[in-house]
């Protein structure tokens, strides 16, 4: 194993001074040198790879346990189609549908086991979520400082009451500081995220051995990327936003250096739910900080497209946006998640008045708003709490919401990057208000549980709106791996050729292939004719992908597409 204390001691170094690096270098290494290296596939991301973003007990069953239920599911239904699994925090927790984490170490035994885990990673490029801006209020950790356990003196921030925290970015509408009572008289904790969710502290060198030594525990039981939750808020400096602070950058620095060492194999991916161009900041230089940033931006433009239908702002955004700062940095690409739909991604993109149109459309279908604190005490929309599929739904047509869930994930599947399609829009389900009402919150509309016995009996009914929403999602995912011009790192160009049509263009690594993809945004028919100049080649015959035809070339290229209709044109160049 090949480790550079070099590199390690400089980001020591920024973060807590040399006399601190020095101290704690030595143990770092130490823990380096006794990672194990599991036995999983290490290939890297291409064409053929997507992922399903779902909880470890999104199925059940009376006969074993989730994560074996899970396993049962993908091998019934989604076999050579899906390659990765995002499963959501599986390990005990107290609340928040696990991002509340009671142990990191351990899997929830009511979903599993470890050996449940690896079996997982053995077949999938597996994702785990490394929640490390915080834990639950019932975890060990924060038990023993509360109880002045000295292990775990200054493991979280305090602040007195009456600090002026007016600086601070608020991702909620909640109190910032928490009392908790001890032997030694009350303690105002930094809870980000809720009174639940208490804020580790990362000034506390022992914090960051800590949370590494999770990381390499993670990567050890099989992880290939490792998804950092809410990392934007990590590092805190009273008087500041609290938010992007250089040290956080240098924090993912150090993370990224410790896995090129002892795990190049794996990829970090970065959650920060903010305006563009602070998530993009996250990729560093291309090299040093996140592998992969979720495309926080594009779950809000593809709703304004399709309202609008009108594709002007999307392909501007994507124009530039994908212009990344290297060809070993990419975008993890969705339209769902278990989280609402974020507005603040859209902010500089869309204007104020689109963006309430898109607010406006979601709540007549069904959605639910949820706010964030300004620091004037004012409250701004955050987020929008729907699912994918009755966010798109055309109130007068099954089949026309089923047009438009599709367009939208072929877009979706196009793009440069990687594609995680989340459980319910796999399913194509619809809002579940009784869970809002059950539980709470908001974002329950979009977390709904299953037994397995009842979505297998939907799958196998072919006219179903589930059967037909996974079929059709299932061969758009075929399609793109067909072609190697989708491998996630190659080129992209958009195409500019009329409003009602997105259109880019993607070219194989090794430059002998590229696919043409068009997507109608629109209701109407559309008609292109487009001049193939751009190719710079002659060209006879090509394939479309979704069918599987062969369509003659002309120049220029006569293409026909119905309402939310598209095609993907491959060439050989």
Known sequence: MDINPTSLFEHLEFLYGSEVAEKMLPELIARLRRFHVPNISTRSLDHRDAVLITYGDQFRSTTEKPLKTLQTFCHRFLDETITGLHILPFFPYSSDDG???????????????????QNLAAEYILMVDLVLNHTSVQNAWFQGFLHSDPAFQDFYITAPPG???SAVVRPRALPLLTPFETPQGTLWVWTTFSADQVDLNYKNPRVLLQIIDVLLTYLEQGARIIRFDAVAYVW?????????????????????????QIAPWALLITETNVPHTENVSYFGDGYNEAHLVYNFALPPLMLHTIYSGNATALSQWAASAFQLPSSQVSYFNFLASHDGIGINPARGILSSEEIERIIATVKDRGGLVSYKSNPDGSLSPYELNITFYDALADPTSEEISFQRFLLAH?????????????IHSLLGSSNWLEGVHALGYNRAINRQKFLFSEIEADLHRPDSRRARVLNGLLDLIRARQISPAFDPYSEQTILNLSPAVFCLLRRSPDGRSAVICLHNVTNAPQHLHIPLTFLSTTLSRGVELLTRQEIPITDPLTIHLPPYGAKWLEITL
């Open 99 to 117: 991002f509340s984490v009671i142990d990191f170490y351990q899997v929830n035994p009511e979903l599993g086991t470890w050996e449940d885990i």
């Open 163 to 165: 600090t002026d925290l």
């Open 236 to 260: 805190k400096e009273i008087g500041t936003s609290c938010i992007h602070l250089p040290q956080t950058h240098r924090l993912v620095q150090l993370f990224r250096t410790i896995v090129d």
């Open 410 to 422: 072929a877009i979706l599947i196009a793009l440069r990057g990687v594609p995680g399609i989340y």
